[in-house]
């Protein structure tokens, strides 16, 4: 099956700084979405983004269908970004089932 | 979006006992999915849940330990049978194909813990 892999695994930063997640998928995909998994386990649909770019507030992704990766900004960190980041695809010609990445925990330091 | 509501939103349970966690959307939806994520780990797709026919399950998954019903668009169960401490995880019931067709929602999970 599709292999997805997210880097770095482990993040920390301070409050204020800015980062770049990247998602690294085996095989081409026409489905591709970001959540962000908060400390108490609740998953938010942070964006749907098969192709190109898009921004809402300080987060910002482009997905680069061609290379097969994906990137997720944040900008000004807030200790509110605290949690895990998961990629999740769906394959071309797929049916409709999306696999999760690895994930990508980040902490926030005030 | 779609808000999701998950009962119970969490549980301790004895091993070889059952457990049937519900799912309610609150509106119509495509497709329904169970997940299971393990302590620290990403999330596995368990079945689709399919409105009025049996679940479609993923390898590894079998209906016998993780029945599935969908009586309607709104809403579905998950049952965890025979439980083990293996099984202890959250379970997240997540949707698809309201107003904004291709994005998927969660619900907030339950909680369970075998003992």
């Known amino acids: 099956g599709i292999q997805v892999e997210q880097s770095p695994p482990d993040l920390i930063l301070q409050e204020g700084a800015n980062s770049t997640l990247r998602c690294n998928f085996s095989?081409?995909?026409?489905?591709l979405q970001w959540f962000h998994q908060n400390p108490w386990g609740q998953l938010i649909n942070l964006f749907y983004i098969p192709s190109g770019t898009k921004q809402n507030g300080r987060l910002s992704a482009t997905t680069v269908a061609t290379e097969r990766y994906s990137l997720l900004y944040i900008s000004s960190s807030q200790t509110t970004d605290s949690g895990v980041y998961f990629c999740a695809v769906e394959l071309d010609f797929g049916n409709e089932k999306l696999t999760f990445g690895t994930g990508t925990r980040l902490t926030i330091i005030p | 979006s779609a808000v999701i509501s998950q009962k119970p939103s969490r549980d301790i349970c004895q091993r070889g006992t059952s457990l049937t966690i519900q799912c309610q959307v609150d509106s119509q939806v495509t497709m329904m999915f169970w997940y299971r994520q393990q302590p620290g780990q990403s999330l596995t797709l368990i079945a689709t849940a399919n409105q009025g026919s049996e679940a479609t399950y993923e390898s590894g998954f079998v209906i016998d330990k993780f029945p599935i019903s969908r009586p309607n668009l709104t809403f579905s169960t998950l049952t965890v049978s025979n439980m083990s401490p293996e099984d202890s995880s959250i379970y997240l019931c997540?949707?698809?194909?309201?107003?904004?067709?291709?994005?998927?929602?969660f619900g907030p999970g339950t909680r369970l813990t075998v003992t």
């Open positions: 095989d081409s995909v026409n489905n």
């Open positions: 997540s949707v698809r194909g309201g107003d904004r067709e291709y994005e998927q929602y």
